[in-house]
């Protein structure tokens, strides 16, 4: 058979453009370009700058004189002139007119630096390109008909006596307990399979950015002893318009070749774009081929929970029903979060670590930043702070990442940060002048990626329920409150210890941590079992009566006839619960009680950072919770 040679057309084409190009430089852009470079003056001008001293080096030529200004700046030239005494002017100026300004270099040297050593590179990168062509279009390694344009680009992770194990993964208990066993089934199927039992083969890990997606689905691999297969959407760049469906293609070509194995696709929202075509083409495939081999899983991972529940889990397309197993991922509570940090070496007080809770939150990847060789001041300076501080330019990262039009859900979570109570729809849409779908969509996306949460409040002048929106994500509430009054000043946070602006914020900010603990807190109550409702209670101030407002952000509504009332303080010692502070507590129940018409007992529930200083008020709250109870309850 006759082998076919490839056309040496395009490769000819390739270097006629680059020779017309070197010599468009050479001949005319270059000269064109020095020549701009020198200012061409008249021989007065160089004579008062030489009277004036300001000349530095000098050049006589056959036709010209080519000099420069005393700090060689600027290149002049001017015609010359018979002028006998040029000589000593030019040494009592101090110029240096010996030298030559423009050096001509050897015709050879110019040619081989300027025409034969580019030519000799752009060939050497012509014939790498059209081999690489060649090879594509030919059907060898990587070739367009298996995928060569389209290789799927994932990284392989073989399997490791030294890889990634569950231990190594903080907190997340749950999620760990239901991956066991994909990981059992993995190291013994036929144990499954005797008993007709099945394991789910579509995966799919939901969560904000930073709470160890990635890192738990390595570590399933890890205990498995498996192939891992990696491809990250932020990887994932399209070159060719309809390439998605070959990356998919080869992506479980290798996988084939390497069960029984796991395929992880990361941050899959990243692939979703008309041109790629990857979340339909993972569908099909899934469906004809990936999902009937037995030795292959694949788990799916996404930051933005909107678009995986959209796309994936409410989907009627090519993955509908397909997602088998349904993970979702949260932040640490103050329980991991302690555990977290002991396990890197800190050696902080619970009172600092709730502290940088209030700050960062319980994310993974922010508490990954802080160093145990600092103290939490110091820690915050430099990640917030400092030149270059890192926590300074995820606040815009984390929302491009999480939605593909940042600005509106940036607009609503700034306008939340500066409502302490949290707002409602309607004001919302008031304030930003935005309303219908639009508003629902983003205020939705935002509660599914755990930055704000929709409450509900009983209040005197409504008839029904009203629902508030408030922001929950600790990390942005930190920075929009305190990043830009920290601007100049790299200590910011370490100059304004112990001030009022300060010491108000985290009484604040340690409602939020209560209201993001209010399981651990039913569990503290013992009344976990229970089925309860959990809301707010605000009264208006009533100008008639000239009645101030009031308002109790934990109501915990239970099935069992009662009600806890939450009063959340905030203190570095013991809380003294003082005479007046005792009667404000009563006076707020007894009007809960007669706006609401409540017929449940109420019971007054005290949550603080430390014990209550004793007195006889103190013997009078009902129940009460320190920050050790949330810091031991999981």
């Known amino acids: 058979m006759k082998e076919v040679k490839p056309s040496k057309k395009p490769l000819a084409i390739y270097y006629a453009i680059v020779l ?60 010359l002139m018979n002028d006998p005494e040029l000589t000593q002017r030019l040494y009592d100026a101090g110029a240096q007119f010996s030298s030559e300004i423009v050096e001509q270099g050897s015709p050879m040297l110019n040619f081989l630096i300027w025409f034969l050593l580019p030519i000799l590179l752009f060939s050497f990168i012509g014939n790498q390109m059209n081999k690489k062509l060649m090879e594509k279009a030919g059907g060898g390694p990587g070739s367009m008909m298996f995928g060569g344009v389209g290789k799927s680009n994932a990284k392989v992770y073989v399997q490791s006596t030294h890889g990634i194990r569950f231990a190594d993964v903080a907190g997340e208990d ?37 709470t160890g997606k990635t890192m738990l689905a390595k570590a399933v691999a890890g205990e498995s002893n498996v192939p891992f297969f990696s491809i990250s959407g932020s990887e994932f760049v399209e070159m060719f318009v309809g390439m998605g469906a070959s990356k998919v293609r080869d992506l479980f070509k290798q996988a084939k070749e390497k069960a029984p194995c796991i395929v992880f696709i990361d941050e899959i929202s990243c692939f979703d774009s ?34 995986m529940i959209t796309n994936i889990i409410d989907s009627k397309g090519g993955l509908h029903n397909r997602v088998t197993h349904e993970i979702a991922l949260h932040q640490f509570t103050l329980h991991e979060t302690e555990l977290y940090l002991l396990n890197r070496g800190f050696n902080w007080s619970r009172l600092t670590i709730l502290q940088a809770y209030m700050c960062l939150g319980g994310v993974p990847y922010y508490l990954s930043l802080l160093s145990a060789s600092e103290s939490l001041a110091e820690n915050l300076d430099r990640l917030f702070f400092d030149r270059d ?17 940042p600005e509106p859900y940036m607009k609503i979570v700034k306008l939340l940060a500066e409502s302490k109570q949290g707002l409602t729809r309607q004001e919302i849409s008031t304030k930003l002048k935005i309303s219908g779908k639009a508003l629902t969509d983003q205020l939705g996306n935002l509660q599914s990626c755990d930055i704000i949460r929709l409450y509900y409040v009983k209040e005197s002048k ?24 920290g601007l100049g000043d790299a200590q910011y946070w370490s100059h304004h210890l112990n001030t009022p602006a300060i010491n108000n914020w985290y009484g604040m900010s340690f409602e939020r941590v209560c209201l993001a603990h209010v399981n651990q807190i039913k569990i503290i109550l013992r009344f976990d079992r229970i089925s309860t409702q959990f809301y707010s ?88 919770i320190t920050l050790n109870d949330l810091f031991d309850t999981k």
Not at 181 to 203: F, T, W
Not at 389 to 405: D, G, H, I, P, V
């Open 20 to 79: 017309a190009v070197l010599l468009l430089l050479n001949l005319v852009l270059v000269p064109w370009m020095s020549e701009r470079q020198v200012e061409e003056v008249d021989y007065g001008t160089f004579m008062t700058m030489t009277e004036e001293k300001n000349i530095g080096r000098v050049d006589i030529e056959s036709n010209q004189i080519i000099f420069t200004d005393k700090e060689e700046k600027q290149v002049y030239k001017t015609g």
């Open 174 to 210: 749950e999620a760990k307990e239901n991956l066991q066993e994909i990981v059992d089934y993995l190291h013994d199927p036929g144990k499954y399979e005797s008993i007709g039992a099945s394991m789910p083969k579509g995966i799919l890990l939901v969560g904000p950015p930073g």
């Open 274 to 307: 008309q041109r790629s075509g990857f979340v339909r083409a993972l569908g099909f495939f899934w469906n004809s081929w990936a999902s009937l081999q037995d030795n292959l899983k694949l788990i799916i991972c996404g930051s933005v929970t909107s678009w």
């Open 389 to 405: 501080a890192e926590l300074q330019k995820e606040y815009s990262r984390l929302y491009k990442t999480l939605f593909k039009s």
């Open 462 to 485: 409504i008839k029904k329920n009203g629902g508030i929106y408030q922001l929950m994500d600790f990390y942005s509430h930190f920075y929009l409150k305190f990043a830009f009054l």
């Open 537 to 624: 209670w605000r009264s208006k101030t009533d100008v008639a009566s000239h009645e101030r407002g009031a308002q109790i952000d934990i109501i915990i509504d239970r099935a069992d006839d009662m009600i806890n009332v939450c009063e959340v303080k905030y203190s570095k010692s013991q809380y003294e619960l003082t005479k007046s502070e005792f009667d404000k507590l009563q006076n707020r129940i007894n009007r809960f009680r007669g706006e609401t018409k409540t017929k449940k007992g109420v019971i007054l529930t005290m949550i603080t950072t430390e014990d209550l200083l004793p007195n006889k008020y103190a013997n009078d709250i009902d129940s009460q």
